[in-house]
């Protein structure tokens, strides 16, 4: 009896092994699996800008003219999750001035920056920002992107370094700089001003970027 009894646990407990479900696997994401797509990004240039301010001092006061500039044209390649190269033109002859509000004093101030005293757009229409290379950021910041590249003005490079958020969301690339300072005299801007007011060295720019997969 015992024998029997026995025989039927272990037929039992091995029918019972048998209908067990088999354990789930479980799909880890990955950050691979995550990562943006890779291409190449046209720049939307109805949506791109630069911001630009320049300094004065006058009298013993630190005064500034700022703008914007337009974008000609521009392509971003982003692949293995990050910003791998691009090539930004700029349409320095499209500078706007937005902090005088004098309508015939805008105008003059526009044209003497236009003029060969500065950016020579008559000779020098277009600026060009190549990337050659960027890095992830690690860290809490506002910004997850070092970029480095060749900065082409009025027929001048300077390598630079600037820092940036990059993101992509639904196909599109979005990009901010910081505001980041460049001495005019590397890129053979010389002109002083005339006594009491003289034009600084410095001027920064700040590059927003959107664009889009193609």
Same mark, same amino acid.
């Given at each position: 009896?015992?024998?029997?009894?026995?025989?039927?646990?272990?037929?039992?407990?091995?029918?019972?092994?048998?209908?067990?479900?088999?354990?789930?696997?479980?799909?880890?994401?990955?950050?691979?699996?995550?990562?943006?797509? @890779?291409?190449?990004?046209?720049?939307?240039?109805?949506?791109?800008?630069?911001?630009?301010?320049?300094?004065?001092?006058?009298?013993?006061?630190?005064?500034?003219?700022?703008?914007?500039?337009?974008?000609?044209?521009?392509?971003?390649?982003?692949?293995?999750?990050?910003?791998? @190269?691009?090539?930004?033109?700029?349409?320095?002859?499209?500078?706007?001035?937005?902090?005088?509000?004098?309508?015939?004093?805008?105008?003059?101030?526009?044209?003497?920056?236009?003029?060969?005293?500065?950016?020579?757009?008559?000779?020098?229409?277009?600026?060009?920002?190549?990337?050659? @290379?960027?890095?992830?950021?690690?860290?809490?910041?506002?910004?997850?992107?070092?970029?480095?590249?060749?900065?082409?003005?009025?027929?001048?490079?300077?390598?630079? @370094?600037?820092?940036?958020?990059?993101?992509?969301?639904?196909?599109?690339?979005?990009?901010?700089?910081?505001?980041?300072?460049?001495?005019?005299?590397?890129?053979?801007?010389?002109?002083?001003?005339?006594?009491?007011?003289?034009?600084?060295?410095?001027?920064?720019?700040?590059?927003?970027?959107?664009?889009?997969?193609?």
């Amino acid at each position: 009896m015992k024998k029997t009894l026995l025989s039927f646990v272990i037929i039992l407990l091995s029918i019972i092994s048998c209908k067990k479900p088999a354990k789930e696997t479980t799909h880890l994401m990955t950050a691979d699996s995550l990562s943006s797509p @890779s291409g190449e990004y046209k720049l939307d240039i109805s949506q791109s800008i630069v911001n630009w301010t320049g300094y004065k001092i006058e009298k013993s006061l630190n005064l500034n003219h700022f703008g914007t500039l337009s974008f000609r044209e521009g392509t971003l390649n982003f692949k293995y999750s990050r910003l791998d @190269s691009g090539i930004l033109i700029v349409e320095v002859s499209s500078l706007k001035d937005e902090d005088e509000e004098n309508p015939g004093l805008n105008q003059k101030l526009t044209e003497h920056l236009k003029s060969k005293d500065f950016l020579d757009v008559n000779t020098y229409p277009t600026a060009v920002f190549t990337i050659t @290379s960027s890095r992830n950021i690690e860290g809490i910041s506002d910004f997850n992107t070092e970029l480095k590249g060749v900065l082409n003005l009025k027929n001048r490079t300077k390598n630079i @370094s600037v820092r940036a958020n990059v993101r992509i969301e639904k196909n599109t690339l979005h990009l901010h700089t910081e505001k980041f300072s460049l001495n005019r005299q590397d890129f053979g801007i010389t002109y002083e001003g005339i006594s009491p007011i003289l034009i600084t060295d410095d001027f920064d720019l700040q590059i927003s970027i959107l664009a889009h997969l193609k």
